[in-house]
Structure formats: structure tokens, C-alpha cells
């Protein structure tokens, strides 16, 4: 075999190999069903059956049991007993050799390096144990291309179930797997995990039935199947491999690594929406602003947090009480919907002013339906140098995050000389509490990702793109943001944004790629239930439900930023027909790709 993959020729689909006692053979059958990307069940036998005749015309070679000194023969329980025969990812390295995808373990001569995670499977009858998953180091350049590759034959484990930092799955030395061989890693490489047929081992280990058997990792059952995507035995927890839902690779973090999957279609929605946002009805020049997949990418990130904190407020209306205009808070009340919808902890981060007025505004929310129910508001202050730290961190431990993901939206962001200035250049520091530190201090702690959302250069965040605000906004040199945040959004008014990543979120828990990512590949449930996408359906942004809350914003006598007009408007922009018209094309975009 090993010569085989060396020389680039397809060899045979081999499997891995469970023999159980027929009293647990339907535990572990549902056992393999609830897990499909470890356990792709290939075959089943009858009690007592050593043939497999969808898979090879080669019997299973009867186990034999002898005392010392005797002839060797058969247990006389063989006929209780029952085979499982189970996909294996040996059968796909041909297929990334093929693709010019290095094949580290072949190149050492080795066999694979494969771990025992700190993620557990989905419990089925007497079964349950952590997964078990293999890492094959690949150029971080040709990362899509082994995820096609091993997307396309689902017998074999299928897509990696993770990309990155070992340490997220409970890893803790690369060099020390618990089965097999360790890998080197080459200059470039990153380390991809897939699900691995030996959880079965693991499963029998913890269940300590009183007879089984199985192979060693690594010495494989050879079938007369092709290592092929065409084969016509298919495990039907799996999804029929099309163009469309073909996952893509992107990186999301840095610190600590980690990619995320998508898929081809779903990124295609997603950088439509990114593209719709980008108009620029007030002709403010904010194309010039764009980095592709900014949107792509955050909502990713998002999609991969549990605890999430979203500041706004932008006091451009200094001489007015409240300063504060419209843009801004319904685009992160936006998020937060649809955030606490798919299961995240949120909170929301104003100034101390803003304080009670904030929260009689999410009081309102909740009353009038816009929020089912209230979000915590929390206020950070200058306390000193470690105050960020410990407003991040729980007892300041940065290795404790209370949150992993901070998003800012049309919030005033410091630029290069300290100070907060609007878009007329007027210096509002004395209306801000300094809430960028904590994007600063968040690129020190391992496992807080940062998003800014903004429409103009000067909203926290647009740091990644300082130097483009400089050299072609408008007073861009004086009140460009310093300070960056990972995912830099920008959009032709800042509530687009947070619309958007409210409808990339939906986006990305309807797309199977993601979930079974998101999933190690593990559990059964559908890929959206019809509750659950009632439930988000009615958590996206809609024409109804802004409406409703910018007449409350109104209400509490917050102004439109460009104009200063107590209105429906925001950023000098009518609500109807250019935000309604916005928000009903964003919801027709997302409600029929999801419908198709």
C-alpha cells in the first residue's frame, strides 16, 4: 500500500475492522450512525457471518484462541459474534498524492499520527468515549485542496473535522499520539485533523464487553472497492457530494491558529450580501474601504464563539443630550438576536453615560418584540494598566477569557494623537470611555477574536484598514482610527453591516459543510430542524422589527448622524424606502437560498 500512495497509483478502500458480541451488535451500529465522520459504516455482517461480499470476495480470517502448547482453535462463540467494518482515511492519501497534496507520513515512512481528543462522541446504549482523530500536516497553500479532496469520499471520514491549533482539541503534544507514528511537521505546514476509525477502539475500551476483536491501527482490511468518491455503497448520514456544497478553507484566527469550512455556496451568499452592503447611497466613498471576505470571515469567527461582547455609540451630536446617533444600535441589537438565537451568550459594552439610557432602550426592545429577552450591559473605565486585562479575563487569567469574540459597530474609535473625532473632525474624547483598550488588549490573550463594523474610517476597528482611511477619506488623516481589529467590516452604513453578519450567521447554521465542521462530524440531528429555522427566520433583521426600534431610538431623542434630525433616518438616509428597501433585500437574499 505504501508503495502504492509513494508512486501515485489508486489502491483499494480498506477498513477498519470490529467484531462484537451479537448482544451489543445494535448499540454499536447506532453508535456508528450517531457518528459518522469517525465511524462511516461500510458493512454489517450477520451473527457468525466472516464474509463481506459488498466489500471484498476475501472472508475475514476467523480469530482462533489456543492454551500454551495446543493446536489453535476456534472460539466456540464465533457464531454469537458479529463484524463491523468501518471506512479509514488510508483510503484517501492516494487521492491527495494525486492532488499534490504531500503525504508527510508516506514521505517518513511512517504510519500515521493519531490522537485521542478531549471531544466526545455522541453516547449510544453500552458506547461512549472521546474522538479519535489522525493529523496529516499540509501546506497551508494547498489546504483547500485537501479538503476537496477528502470531502469527496465520505467512506473515508470525509472533510477534516479540524484545522489548526492541536491544543483545541484537547492535544497537548504532537509528538507523543497514542496510536501510531509521530510526524514531522515542514516549514509551512499545518496541522489538519480527521476523524478516525480507532474511536471504535476507543468505544470497546470504555464499554469492557467480555469478548472483542479488532485490528491494530494502522493494519487495515484491504476491500475490492477503489478509493473512490463513486462507490455505490454510501452511508446514508452523509450528503451526496455537489459542486456547491464543496467546502472552502479560511483562516479565522491567528492566536490560536484555527480555519473554518464553508461551503462553495454558502461563501458565495455570503459575499453577495458583503458586496450588496457595500453601496454607498450617501457617497462617502466607503468602496475604497472593501477587503473581500471581511464579512466571510467574522461571521465565521462569530460562528465559532460562545461568549460574545458588542459595544456601540458614536456621540457625534456633542451639542446635543443625548449625543448619540441612530446608526449603530440596531445593527448590533441585529446581531445580538441572532446571536443569543443560536445559542451564544451576549453582552454589551456602553459608555457609563449611556448607561441607564441603554437600558431602558433594551427594556423597550424586549417590550415591543424586537428582543425576547433582556441583554446584560456592562460599562469598562480606565482603571489603570491591567483593567482591560481583567475586564477580558476572568481574575485577569488569560487563560480564562470571558469572552472570545469582541465586536465593535459604529463605535467612535481613537485615532493616531489619542482623541475621538467625528466625521466633521470635531473631538468627542470627552463623551467616550475607552473601550478600544480593550481591542488592544485582546490581541494579547490567546482566544479572543475582534470585529469592526464601520462606514466611515473613524469607528473602532477600521485600524486594519488605517492607511486606506488616511490617504482617501476625507480628513482621513487626522481622524482615521488607529486602533485594527481582526475582521474589518465595512459598509455603506454601519446597521448594514451588523444586518449582514446577523444574515451570514443564519447563512452558515444552514450550511452542512459548516455544521459537520462545527460538529467534529459527530451526532444526528438535522442540518436545521423546522423549528429551529422558524426560530432564526424570525431572529433575522426585518423591516418590521427595525422600524419598530428606530422609532424608539427616536423616542429617546437619538438623532440621525448625518443631519441631526430627531427622524426616522439614519446617517441622513430615510428609513423608508433606502433602509427598509436594504433590509427586505437582505432578508429575500438569505430566506431564498435557504428555501433553494
Not at 29 to 53: D, V
Not at 327 to 335: E, Q
Not at 488 to 517: D, F, Q
Not at 561 to 590: C, N, Y
Request: proline content about 9%.
Amino acid at each position: 500500500y505504501t508503495t502504492a500512495v509513494r508512486e501515485g497509483k489508486r489502491v483499494s478502500g480498506q477498513a477498519n475492522v470490529v467484531v462484537l458480541p451479537n448482544q451489543l451488535a445494535d448499540d454499536f451500529h447506532a453508535f456508528c450512525r450517531s457518528n459518522p465522520a469517525p465511524l462511516p459504516l461500510l458493512y454489517r455482517s450477520q451473527s457468525g457471518e466472516t464474509s463481506c461480499p459488498p466489500l471484498s470476495v476475501i472472508s475475514l480470517p476467523l480469530p482462533r484462541r489456543s492454551p500454551p502448547g495446543q493446536q489453535a482453535e476456534r472460539p466456540g462463540s464465533w457464531s454469537d459474534m458479529v463484524c463491523f467494518y468501518l471506512g479509514c482515511s488510508f483510503g484517501f492519501e492516494g487521492r491527495l498524492k494525486e492532488a499534490g497534496v504531500p503525504v508527510r507520513n508516506v514521505e517518513q515512512g511512517r504510519n500515521v499520527s493519531m490522537y485521542r481528543t478531549a471531544v466526545p462522541c455522541v453516547p449510544a446504549g453500552a458506547f461512549s468515549c472521546p474522538l479519535v482523530v489522525t493529523m496529516r500536516p499540509v501546506p497551508a497553500a494547498l489546504l483547500d485542496a485537501a479538503v476537496k479532496v477528502t470531502h469527496l469520499n465520505p467512506l473515508a471520514h470525509g472533510a477534516p473535522v479540524h484545522i489548526g491549533d492541536p491544543a483545541l482539541l484537547g492535544i497537548q503534544d504532537l509528538s507523543r499520539p497514542d496510536y501510531g507514528d509521530a510526524v514531522e511537521l515542514q516549514p509551512g505546514d499545518v496541522t489538519v485533523f480527521w476523524a478516525c476509525g480507532v474511536t471504535a477502539i476507543e468505544a470497546i475500551l470504555s464499554s469492557k464487553p467480555p469478548l472483542a476483536f479488532s485490528h491494530s491501527p494502522g493494519c487495515m482490511f484491504l476491500t475490492d472497492i477503489p478509493d473512490s468518491p463513486t462507490s455505490t455503497i454510501t452511508p446514508p448520514t452523509e450528503a451526496k457530494p455537489h459542486p456547491e456544497l464543496t467546502p472552502l478553507c479560511f483562516q479565522v484566527s491567528q492566536n490560536p491558529l484555527l480555519y473554518s469550512l464553508v461551503s462553495q455556496g454558502t461563501a458565495a451568499k455570503i459575499r453577495q450580501l458583503e458586496v450588496m452592503i457595500g453601496e454607498d447611497p450617501g457617497e462617502r466613498g466607503i468602496r475604497a474601504l472593501f477587503v473581500q471576505d471581511e464579512l466571510l470571515r467574522s461571521c465565521l469567527a462569530l460562528s465559532h464563539s460562545s461568549s460574545v461582547a458588542i459595544t456601540t455609540g458614536f456621540p457625534t451630536h456633542y451639542m446635543h443630550s443625548p449625543p448619540d446617533e441612530t446608526d449603530g444600535p440596531p445593527g448590533a441589537i441585529a446581531m445580538a438576536t441572532m446571536l443569543l438565537s443560536l445559542g451564544k451568550q451576549v453582552t454589551m459594552v456602553t459608555d457609563r453615560r449611556a448607561l441607564e439610557m441603554n437600558r431602558t432602550i433594551i427594556d423597550e426592545a424586549v417590550r415591543t418584540g424586537v428582543l425576547k429577552d433582556a441583554i446584560p450591559l456592562v460599562t469598562f473605565e480606565d482603571g489603570g494598566p491591567d483593567a482591560a486585562r481583567h475586564f477580558l479575563c476572568h481574575h485577569g487569567d488569560p487563560n480564562k477569557p470571558r469572552f472570545d469574540h469582541l465586536v465593535a459597530i459604529e463605535r467612535s474609535g481613537r485615532a493616531a494623537d489619542g482623541n475621538y473625532y467625528n466625521m466633521r473632525a470635531v473631538n468627542i474624547k470627552h463623551l467616550v470611555d475607552p473601550v478600544d483598550d480593550l481591542f488592544i488588549a485582546a490581541k494579547h490573550i490567546p482566544g479572543i477574536g475582534t470585529t469592526g463594523i464601520g462606514d466611515g474610517g473613524n469607528e473602532l476597528g477600521m485600524g486594519k484598514v488605517k492607511e486606506k482611511v488616511q490617504s482617501l477619506m476625507p480628513k482621513g488623516g487626522l481622524i482615521a482610527c488607529e486602533v485594527p481589529a481582526d475582521h474589518a467590516v465595512t459598509a455603506g452604513v454601519s446597521n448594514w453591516g451588523g444586518y449582514a453578519v446577523a444574515c451570514g450567521l443564519y447563512l452558515l447554521h444552514t450550511c452542512p459543510a459548516h455544521l459537520r465542521y462545527l460538529r467534529k462530524g459527530l451526532g444526528l440531528e438535522p442540518v436545521t430542524s423546522t423549528e429551529q429555522l422558524q426560530d432564526w427566520t424570525t431572529n433575522l433583521p426585518s423591516v418590521e422589527k427595525e422600524e419598530s426600534f428606530l422609532s424608539t431610538l427616536v423616542r429617546f431623542g437619538i438623532r440621525s448622524g448625518k443631519t441631526g434630525h430627531l427622524a426616522m433616518e439614519v446617517d441622513g438616509l430615510t428609513f423608508h424606502p433606502t433602509h427598509s428597501d436594504m433590509i427586505t433585500r437582505l432578508w429575500k437574499d438569505v430566506h431564498l437560498e435557504v428555501q433553494s
